[in-house]
Each structure stands twice: as C-alpha cells, then as structure tokens.
C-alpha cells in the first residue's frame, strides 16, 4: 500500500488487488448486515490492511512537505 497527498485534502492509495478486495468484502459484510462472525483468515486479512495503512500513513508523515 502507497499513500501519497496530492493537495490538501486529496489523496492518492494504490492497494494491491488483495488489498482492495479485502476492504471490499468487509464493506460488503457491514453493508449486508454484518451477521455472524468473520472467519479467522478474513481476520487474519483485515489485520494485515491496518499493519500495511499504518506503515503507509507513517510513511506519509515523515516526507519533508513539497
């Protein structure tokens, strides 16, 4: 996952296509009502997500602005 500002308030992710298509199953699960637990490796996905969004955003913060 990359995390680039490009203006103020606008900015540009480039995901993986695991990336996406786990944010998109989880989206989806909330929207359908979220019944019943998620498995342990939807889990496991959505854990990684937050560890690769949080290096990303890490990453963002300590760039020198433009």
Do not use: C
């Not at 009502?33 to 890490?58: C, F, H, R, V």
């Amino acid at each position: 996952m990359q995390i680039e500002k490009k203006q103020r308030s606008i900015f540009q992710i480039t995901l993986t296509g695991y990336e996406l298509a786990t944010l998109i199953s989880s989206a989806r699960w909330i929207v359908d009502g979220a019944k019943g637990e998620l498995t342990s490796e939807a889990m496991g996905n959505l854990k990684e997500l937050l560890i690769n969004y949080d290096i990303a955003t890490e990453k963002l913060h300590s760039k020198p602005p433009s």
